[in-house]
């Protein structure tokens, strides 16, 4: 559901959850042997599409009989909502062989979700998101953070439950701060040292406890570039399934242009004047690259240089 005018790459899941069905173990049960359901599939991550008309990608959406005997039993299935009365599953698929070479031959093929992201409709990217964050979480979370038991899946596959101790464990989600700095009429970026050669991008940090957001903003801009803060403003938002981040994006104004990079985070920062961002965007700018589209970092200098 849009809620702005601006979104992000995997917002806009446009599947209504019906998180307040998710306990009814006989409703669900119902949902999945709907003779009009419709399952996804990943395995080890990577969705399975087909191509679509308009020469791009789209989901590649199965029976969910079928993806439940290839997962190997409901523990491996999820229930990403209803698409208007539709139930809609997905299946978390393992093992060293591909299955769009073995069972799933000529319906599609298993891609990596970073590279189709802008090749699938906006609505597909972000269901497959969900889908993907929602299994790592899984994966990384089978055993009681309380005891040591091993969990069982319960709601839908939106909660695990220790059969032992009883302790719920919820999917979690990691909030990062991602900011652009400037001050007057130039913007600052900042480079890793591991990052594809003349990378630029925003400076990005996770939120810690006890912290605002307007707070871990100020504090990553400093431990990493030395820059004091003068105010902060939110852009927009970005759920990031690498594994389970929300990418809370922010454009700061700073103090001045005294930074220095920290040698740990940062290997490089560099300031660039409105036409000069403009430039990096369009690729004009030699020897220096931006963050694609994909990326909240893009559209954050996106709307910097736009405000001129």
């Given at each position: 559901m849009a809620l702005d005018a601006f979104m992000n790459i995997f917002a806009g899941n446009p599947l209504d959850r019906a998180s307040d069905r998710r306990t009814n173990a006989g409703w669900l049960a119902e949902q999945a042997k709907s003779p009009d359901a419709l399952a996804l599939a990943l395995w080890n991550g990577k969705p399975f599409v087909e191509p679509s008309k308009d020469g791009g990608m789209q989901i590649a959406y199965l029976a969910p009989g079928l993806v439940e005997e290839l997962a190997g039993g409901l523990e491996r299935l999820l229930f990403m909502g209803l698409w208007k009365d539709t139930p809609v599953f997905a299946a978390d698929l393992g093992g060293s062989v591909d299955p769009g070479e073995g069972p799933l031959q000529g319906l599609g093929k298993f891609e990596d979700l970073r590279a189709i992201a802008l090749k699938v409709p906006a609505p597909d990217a972000a269901i497959l998101a969900t889908a993907k964050a929602m299994f790592e979480w899984r994966r990384r979370h089978d055993h009681c953070a309380a005891c040591g038991e091993p969990t069982r899946i319960v709601d839908g596959g939106w909660k695990r439950q220790c059969p032992?101790?009883?302790?719920?464990?919820?999917?979690?989600?990691?909030?990062?701060?991602?900011?652009?700095?400037?001050?007057?009429?130039?913007?600052?970026?900042?480079?890793?040292?591991?990052?594809?050669?003349?990378?630029?991008?925003?400076?990005?940090?996770?939120?810690?406890?006890?912290?605002?957001?307007?707070?871990?903003?100020a504090r990553e801009l400093a431990e990493e570039a030395g820059l004091k803060t003068v105010r902060v403003r939110y852009h927009s938002s970005q759920p990031w399934p690498y594994p389970s981040s929300l990418m809370i994006g922010l454009i700061a104004e700073v103090e001045d242009e005294d930074a220095a990079p920290d040698q740990t985070e940062l290997s490089e920062v560099r300031w660039f004047s409105r036409e000069e961002a403009r430039d990096l965007l369009a690729g004009k700018l030699d020897g220096v690259a931006a963050p694609g589209r994909l990326a909240i970092a893009h559209q954050l200098i996106k709307a910097w240089v736009e405000e001129a």
């Open positions: 032992s101790c009883e302790a719920e464990h919820f999917p979690r989600t990691d909030p990062v701060v991602i900011m652009l700095p400037f001050v007057g009429e130039r913007c600052m970026l900042g480079r890793q040292e591991a990052w594809p050669k003349g990378m630029f991008s925003a400076l990005a940090g996770f939120l810690e406890p006890g912290e605002s957001i307007e707070e871990a903003c």
